[in-house]
């Protein structure tokens, strides 16, 4: 025996075998490009989910402490299980789809990344806390100016209901805003992942259902909205969009001034 303990000589062989790992990467990175790009892909992908689940975070904190301190709905403006199907259906299968995007067109243009660089950047912070306080903001609103009774905790409202599937639809435009840095979401490879848009399409069918049917309207202290609110909400999300293609519009032109000087 060495005398060293058992979690010791375990951890050095999973850093061993990392290390292989690294190594055969790096091997046939040097020898195939098409393998280089879809290394390069990796990261981005991880960056792409981390992004969505702490937006998600960070926007139901500050979304139950506004409501606490402004006094709306008691302090709890959703049920928890409302909390817990965010997190399911928007980290499931939307965010597993992402694995299958497509590389960056400019992906070979980019110089490589170090390797002990953090998976989210503080570039990549700043749209996150971006994105979650535009959820919440959003959110809030909904509940505090949409139609309908006083909101109470555990009570079924128009308002209430509002504020869920905005919140919902909020992830929706923040899995297109994260698949890419720099491009924009008005580009034809948005359309190319088609396991995105069947996940994102049983998201919104899913989310009619929790609105519109009894049992589950029961279930989630959800009601019956109409086409014209149903419309408030898609728009009201999409700001978290139009934000983040602003904040992409600065990022590639702050780019294009660091190549060209």
Do not use: Y
């Not at 409501?67 to 259906?89: D, Q, R």
């Not at 504020?163 to 919902?168: D, G, I, M, Q, Y």
């Not at 989630?220 to 609110?229: G, M, R």
């Amino acid at each position: 025996t060495t005398g060293e303990p058992t979690h010791s000589f375990s951890m050095r062989s999973v850093k061993q075998r990392a290390a292989c790992w690294l190594s055969a990467c790096n091997r046939a990175s040097t020898s195939s490009p098409s393998t280089t790009a879809t290394l390069r892909r990796v990261r981005p992908v991880s960056r792409a989910t981390e992004s969505i689940s702490c937006a998600a975070a960070i926007g139901f904190a500050a979304l139950f402490l506004a409501a606490s301190v402004f006094g709306i709905a008691g302090g709890k403006p959703f049920a928890a299980i409302a909390i817990l199907w965010v997190n399911i259906i928007m980290d499931g299968p939307p965010a597993m789809a992402l694995g299958v995007d497509r590389a960056d067109l400019d992906v070979m243009e980019h110089s490589p990344r170090p390797s002990d660089e953090r998976i989210l950047t503080r570039r990549r912070w700043s749209a996150v806390v971006m994105s979650a306080t535009i959820m919440a903001a959003g959110s809030l609103a909904m509940l505090e100016w949409a139609p309908g009774g006083a909101l109470r905790a555990g009570t079924a409202t128009v308002a209430g209901t509002m504020a869920f599937n905005t919140f919902v639809l909020f992830q929706f435009f923040n899995i297109l805003n994260v698949r890419h840095e720099r491009q924009s979401v008005f580009h034809r490879s948005t359309f190319t992942n088609r396991s995105l848009w069947l996940a994102l399409g049983a998201v919104a069918l899913l989310q009619v259902g929790v609105t519109h049917l009894g049992p589950l309207q029961e279930l989630f202290d959800t009601t019956s909205i109409s086409a014209a609110q149903w419309l408030v909400c898609v728009l009201v999300a999409s700001t978290v969009l139009w934000a983040e293609e602003l904040r992409k519009f600065f990022v590639r032109r702050t780019t294009t001034e660091e190549i060209t000087s």
